[in-house]
């Protein structure tokens, strides 16, 4: 049966108005919400079989643990992990939320099933001499590329080190947005915006950048360009980072997302205040930062072997 047989017209009209209040007041990307609308899909195409027939908004209200379960399991069977049966559990969940709130029954058996378990792992940040080396000059001398391609790249993974900017945010900046002072306005996750401190190293290498370009930067065009004057790929980011990562004889942990987990760890070592750090990443939930106390640990305790009178 296929997702759009599988899907009463009174449920995909409510699918309809739950996604334009996704994006209208939540303000959550098209990506988001093709995947939500995807995972909701996905949820109502099994209920489809399980059922019998496209279930309406009544006999989703009727749905019970088991009928979840029984989901989860068919996903489990066609090789789906834990990560993937909590996110199509999250869209579902919203969707249920939207009817509740707009009267059209409460889908209880969703809310009954406990969500599947993650195992927790830890960032892996670079050493601080790899990480100011990864984002230093001294590396990109003599190569062969051209000089505003080496310089752009330095740019790049500047901010994600010096400003602790995830790789989509620092693609994202416009011309417009290159940094005021000593600050930078960044959209993150949600189109929330943050103000973000801008080192003066940082600020030199996006400046070298720019002035080397060959390119015209509009201010309303994207700041970091590739090759061919589009938009800046993330996964050029991506091969320099292995350019680099080869020369210093990294692991492959050492990615770009690396330097994100560096900029909160190594601040955490230097004594930074936890809720700021929160701010700084754009995290929405203190629990979420909170990992890299985890990540410093070791410091902590080879700092308390070393310091305490009794240790």
Not at 3 to 29: C, D, F, N, P
Not at 136 to 162: F, H, N, Q
Not at 191 to 206: C, D, F, G, H, Y
């Amino acid at each position: 049966m296929s997702t759009h047989a599988a899907i009463a017209a009174e449920v995909s009209a409510e699918i309809a108005r739950w996604l334009g209040y996704l994006g209208a007041e939540k303000r959550m990307s098209p990506k988001t919400l093709e995947a939500y609308a995807r995972d909701v899909g996905q949820f109502l195409g099994f209920l489809a079989e399980h059922l019998g027939g496209a279930p309406s908004l009544k006999q989703l209200a009727r749905l019970t643990p088991a009928d979840v379960r029984a989901f989860m399991a068919a996903r489990r069977g066609q090789g789906a992990g834990n990560r993937t049966l909590m996110r199509v559990l999250a869209g579902s969940r919203s969707f249920a939320r939207f009817l509740e709130r707009n009267g059209k029954g409460k889908v209880g058996a969703l809310a009954a099933v406990r969500t599947p378990k993650l195992p927790r792992s830890l960032p892996k940040p670079l050493a601080i001499k790899d990480a100011k080396r990864m984002t230093g000059t001294d590396l990109r001398k003599g190569e062969a590329r051209e000089a505003w391609i080496v310089a752009r790249d330095a740019a790049v993974l500047g901010l994600l080190y010096g400003c602790g900017l995830r790789i989509a945010e620092a693609l994202s900046l416009q011309r417009k947005d290159l940094p005021t002072g000593d600050s930078l306005t960044v959209t993150g996750k949600g189109n929330k915006t943050r103000m973000v401190p801008v080192l003066s190293q940082v600020a030199k290498l996006i400046a070298d950048y720019v002035a080397l370009c060959p390119s015209e930067l509009p201010a309303d065009g994207p700041l970091f360009i590739g090759a061919r004057g589009g938009p800046l790929a993330a996964r050029v980011v991506q091969l320099a980072m292995a350019r680099l990562r080869g020369a210093l004889g990294l692991p492959d942990s050492a990615t770009p997302h690396a330097l994100r987990h560096s900029f909160a760890t190594h601040l955490l070592a230097r004594g930074g205040d936890l809720r700021a750090i929160q701010e700084l990443l754009g995290h929405a939930s203190l629990s979420t930062t909170q990992i890299y106390t985890a990540v410093d640990s070791e410091r902590l305790l080879e700092v308390y072997k070393t310091a305490h009178p009794r240790a």
